[in-house]
Structure formats: structure tokens, C-alpha cells
């Protein structure tokens, strides 16, 4: 059964086997060891970890490429990052964190003494420890303040979006980022709704989202304010955008013969994954591990519900 939210709705795909209000879940890496064998880690390999989280896919790398392997590791959430400290302290100076953005990714590796890299990690969900915390506005399932952004300091919040934008602007946020084929709809709602007040917890505006769409919707098993949130999360974090500059930064900076992998958990970020690897391809400069993405076992997805959206693309260059 999905976990219920306050309001009575379902879980979305994200939130599903979340901790309920009040407790936490440890973050589980999505595709562990599905990761390890893709990346073909072996001793001494150095890994770029893009998103290095609460560094669990960290941690498997940085073992299988003991003793002398070494491990970038960027994230822009402050919390993340003191986690993923904290459990990879054990490996010295083999682990380099720093906050910032992927996007800075070539600007980081020429300013570091990190060194040629032979695999690089994508994981582009967003994590437990973010969505147990209403105090970051990610999660309908509790109240918080309409923020969504992964670096608090950047400029931009869900907020801001939502309470200054036209309704034109608004559904075509909504339908670009979130396929959401009740834009139009929901982005009048919200515009009449703010007349009355800014609309400024996450509680409020998925209430908004839930009156405006159709009663089917209503019904259905999954929040109807779940693409509306994920098209903010993105449209705060310009997160699409990140993801088509860093891949061939990615892949023009790593060895030949070095493997790229990227977790994605919609269907826009496949989009963009599965594209690159066909252009690369196309271009003979890359090889596709899988012809299809890899996904989720029945096991993984029982024991962890969140993973049931991932998928896994690789390529080896050339």
C-alpha cells in the first residue's frame, strides 16, 4: 500500500516508502550494485560523483577502487555533503567533496590536483534526507515553506515562482517540465487562489493544485499535485539545463575507455541521457553498455519504493 499523506492522497513515485511525519529514513543508494558493474571499477581508478548525496554510491566506489582509487564528489545541499563527510572520513584524502554545482564541473577538476578520471556518476534523483525535511519544501506530505532549492543560498524559490508568475508563464512551466496535461488549468487556479494571499507552504498550494483538476484525478492513488511539484523542483534548479551542459563536459574530460552512468527517474531526464548516447554512438566516439535502460529489481523496488522509476543508461568512450 502507498504511504499516505496528510491530506489523504497517495505517495508520488519519489515520496513513496518515505518516512512519515516526525520520522527519518536512511537514504538507500538506488541501483547499488547494478552501478559498481556498470562503472567497471577496479583498483586505482579515479570516479567523478556528481551528485554525491549521502555519498552511499560514494562509498561503493571508493572500496572497489582501494587502495590508492580516488573519488570528486559535488553536490550543492550543504546537508548532503556533511553526511557523505561524515561516511567517507574513513578513506582520507582519497574522497574530495566539494559544494558546488556539476555544472562547474571542468572549472573544479582544473582548479583541484584530482587528476585524470576513468568513470563518472550521474545520480539525478533527489534524496531521503531532502524530502524528510519540511523545512526544504520539496514534499506535500508536510507542511513547509515553498522553497525547493538544493543550494540555499541561489537566488530563486518555488515560492517566488508560483506567486509571480503569469498564468501563461505558469502552464507552460508546468507542461514543460512537469508534462502535466492539466496546465493551463492548474496555473488559473493558482493565479485566482494568490489573490487572496500568497500561496506560501507547500500544504497550501497542493491544495490549490488538488481543487483544480478533475475528479478522476481526485480519485486516483497519486497526489494530482505531483507534477506541479516536480516541474518546480526543476524550474528552481534549472536542472534540465544542468544535465545537457555537464554530459559532454563529462565525457570530453574523461579518458578513453572511461564509462559514464546516469540514473534518471523521469521521463524528461531519460529524454536527454538517451539522446547523448545515441548521438555519441551515432558518432562512433562511444559504445552503449545496455541497449535498453536498466531498471529495478522487484527485490530493490520491496525494500526500497522510491527506486522504482530509476533507470540506468551507460556508455563507454571511444
Known sequence: MPVRSPSGWGSSASEEGMAGPGEKQKHIPVLLNEI?????LKPGMNVVDCTVGGGGHAEAILE???PDGRLLGFDLDEAALETARRKLERFGSRAMLVRRNYRNFEQVLLSTSFGPFQAALLDLGYSSMEIDDPSRGFSFRQDGPLDMRYDRSGPLTAAEIVNGETADGLAKLLWRYGEEREARRIAEAIVYARRKGHIISTLQLAEVVA????ARRRRGRIHPATQTFQALRIAVN???DGLKEVLPEL???MDAGGRLAVISFHSLEDRIVKEFVREKTKA????????RPIVPSDAEIAENPRA????LRTLRKS
Not at 36 to 40: D, M, P, T
Not at 308 to 311: L, W
Open 284 to 291: 562512433g566516439e562511444a559504445e552503449a553498455i545496455t541497449k
Open 308 to 311: 522504482r522509476s530509476a533507470k
Open 211 to 214: 481543487g483544480a483538476v478533475v
Open 251 to 253: 565525457f570530453r574530460a
Open 36 to 40: 559498481v558493474e556498470a562503472l567497471a
Open 238 to 240: 534549472d536542472e534540465l
Open 64 to 66: 572497489r577502487t582501494a
